[in-house]
Antibody, heavy 119, light 106 residues
Framework: EVQLVESGGGLVQPGGSLRLSCAAS????????MNWVRQAPGKGLEWISYISSNSRTIYYADSVRGRFTISRDHTKDSVLLQMNSLRAEDTAVYFCVKKDAKDFYFESWGQGTLVIVSS | DIQMTQSPSTLSASIGDRVTIICRAS??????LAWYQQKPGQAPKLLIY???NLESGVPSRFSGSGSGTEFTLTISSLQPDDSATYYCQQYESYWTFGQGTKVEVK
């Protein structure tokens, strides 16, 4: 069974940094691209970052480019999201998402971790 | 950027009703479209991919259709467990979600 478990969320002041982690299990992690998707309180879903299986291809949404960095650690089967220069509008639940092996839809989702940016 | 627009934003229907949600793309996305179901406090769950392919384990009352710029998600006979918000998502160019359709079961 695929499991994606996010951690690292919490309360941070505007301008601060936070690092999210997603521990993956139940599938061959090195064969799958991964994503982060966020959802502001009471709002819809927003894709924010993608990393290919070999880390050679990385994409960011305009809203986070230059502030967030995605990476993956194959020794720990985990995907990371380093978030810098945080703003109030970054407040959201952040989901770790597994892409289908052959297609580009999102096959499995973690339960999410809440990030609150507030003074 | 490809924008996705869903309608309606909310709908209320009775058990056994046939329900249809529409999703429109700002540019043609062929059949690169998925549908997700999200219940309060939970992560989204994949229902449909490639516009009309039912994900394994999803009840057959859910179906998807369309191509190009207009797509539909249909629930053939609404059940109490279907109360949720439904999102379409294009994956032709990066990934964009519709704003969601909240379905209430009367």
């Amino acid at each position: 069974e695929v499991q994606l478990v996010e951690s690292g969320g919490g309360l941070v002041q505007p301008g601060g940094s936070l690092r999210l982690s997603c521990a993956a299990s139940g599938f061959t992690f090195t064969s799958h691209a991964m994503n982060w998707v966020r959802q502001a309180p009471g709002k819809g879903l927003e894709w924010i970052s993608y990393i290919s299986s070999n880390s050679r291809t990385i994409y960011y949404a305009d809203s986070v480019r230059g502030r967030f960095t995605i990476s993956r650690d194959h020794t720990k089967d985990s995907v990371l999201l380093q978030m810098n220069s945080l703003r109030a509008e970054d407040t959201a639940v952040y989901f770790c998402v597994k892409k289908d092996a052959k297609d580009f839809y999102f096959e499995s989702w973690g339960q999410g971790t809440l990030v609150i940016v507030s003074s | 950027d490809i924008q996705m627009t869903q309608s309606p934003s909310t709908l209320s229907a009775s058990i056994g009703d046939r329900v249809t949600i529409i999703c429109r793309a700002s540019h043609s996305i062929s059949s690169w479209l998925a549908w997700y179901q999200q219940k309060p406090g939970q992560a989204p769950k994949l229902l449909i991919y490639h516009a009309s392919n039912l994900e394994s384990g999803v009840p057959s009352r859910f179906s998807g259709s369309g191509s190009g710029t207009e797509f539909t998600l249909t629930i053939s006979s609404l059940q109490p467990d279907d109360s949720a918000t439904y999102y379409c998502q294009q994956y032709e160019s990066y990934w964009t979600f519709g704003q969601g359709t909240k379905v209430e079961v009367k």
